[in-house]
């Protein structure tokens, strides 16, 4: 690296640190990921609320998406300003690798519901609602074991009732997961992760 990358570098953390709330500043300088298993590929600014949840609004819901796009689409989408789109997290269909994109301490921008919005993780999984091969068994384990995480780090019930479709918000317009995602056995490996 040369001192004009270096410098660079200098600035640019100088400038995202000023742009943060005092108090969260410290822990969301550090470049990574909430769940620790995840790689921080973060959304850009433009796509989300910062915010310091749970102090800010009580964290009582995961929503479960499907992105309608690959996954390397859905963080070129989440990095893209113009997009006013986010979610926390992207599992990606082969493997079930988890990329962060949103810190959960902030408010991402994926359930089309502000009130959930502020009140919930948004995972997206890869695929398409009408193309189950898309849901592997390796994306399932992957993705139980974050919303398993999320539950225990924020109390929240390991149910239907808070483990939630983007469909089931209210005023929702998405369809997602759709009938082919398999809660029986989503919600079994959450409990058991
Ligand atoms: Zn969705």
């Known amino acids: 690296m040369d001192r004009r990358t270096l410098l660079r570098g200098a600035a640019a953390s100088a400038s995202a640190h000023a742009l943060l709330p005092a108090p969260g500043a410290r822990a969301a300088v550090r ?97 398409w609602v009408d193309r189950p091969a898309y849901f592997t068994h390796a994306m399932y384990v992957r993705s139980a074991a974050l919303t398993a995480s999320v539950c225990d780090r924020y109390g929240i019930p390991k149910d239907r009732a808070h483990i939630i479709a983007h469909s089931e918000v209210p005023g929702a317009t998405h369809s997602d997961p759709g009938p082919l995602w398999d809660w029986v056995r989503y919600i079994r490996l959450v409990n058991f992760a």
């Open 31 to 127: 470049a990574t990921a909430d769940y620790p298993s995840a790689k921080w590929v973060p959304a850009s600014s433009a796509n989300f609320t910062a915010s310091s949840r749970p102090s800010s609004y009580p964290v009582r819901y995961v929503v479960v998406h499907v992105t309608q796009e690959t996954y390397a689409d859905t963080l070129g989408i989440f990095r893209n300003p113009a997009k006013r789109v986010s979610a926390h997290y992207v599992v990606r269909s082969s493997d079930g690798h988890v990329a962060q994109c949103v810190r959960e301490r902030d408010i991402a921008w994926h359930a089309g519901n502000w009130n959930y919005n502020t009140w919930s993780i948004g995972i997206e999984h890869e695929g």
